[in-house]
C-alpha cells in the first residue's frame, strides 16, 4: 500500500504565499508523475500542476506565472510554491502521484486534500 501525507494548506490573504507537501511513502518502486489539482465547491476537480520524472513541467493557464512545482525524488515528495494568490484559488488542492510497484504495476494514488482560502 501507498500512503500520501498532504500538509501546507491554511488561509492567507490575496497577495499572499502557501507552500503545499505531498510525501510518498509505502509500497513504492518508483514514482513517475505527479500532479496537484484542486476542487472548489460546486466546480470539477481541475488539474493544477504536474511534474514529470524527468522534471518537465505542465500548469494550467490560471496559475502561470504563480504557482511553481517542483519535487524531491529522494524524499518522495512533490511541492507546490502558491504565490500572488487570488480568491478564485480558494480550493481543495489534492496531490496526485503515479507509482510503479516493485511487480511492475503502476497505480495512481491521490492525497486526503488540503484547504486553501484566500481570503482578507
Known amino acids: 500500500q501507498v500512503q500520501l501525507v498532504e500538509s501546507g494548506g491554511g488561509l492567507v490573504q490575496p497577495g499572499g504565499s502557501l507552500r503545499l507537501s505531498c510525501a510518498a511513502s509505502g509500497s513504492i518502486f518508483s514514482i513517475y508523475d505527479m500532479g496537484w489539482y484542486r476542487q472548489a465547491p460546486g466546480k470539477q476537480r481541475e488539474l493544477v500542476a504536474a511534474?514529470?520524472?524527468?522534471?518537465?513541467?505542465n500548469y494550467s493557464d490560471s496559475v502561470k506565472g504563480r504557482f511553481t512545482i517542483s519535487r524531491d525524488n529522494a524524499k518522495r515528495t512533490v511541492y507546490l510554491q502558491m504565490s500572488s494568490l487570488k480568491p478564485e484559488d480558494t480550493a481543495v488542492y489534492y496531490c496526485n502521484v503515479g507509482v510503479r510497484s516493485a511487480l511492475g504495476n503502476s497505480v495512481l494514488y491521490w492525497g486526503q486534500g488540503t484547504q486553501v482560502t484566500v481570503s482578507s
Open positions: 511534474i514529470t520524472s524527468g522534471g518537465s513541467t
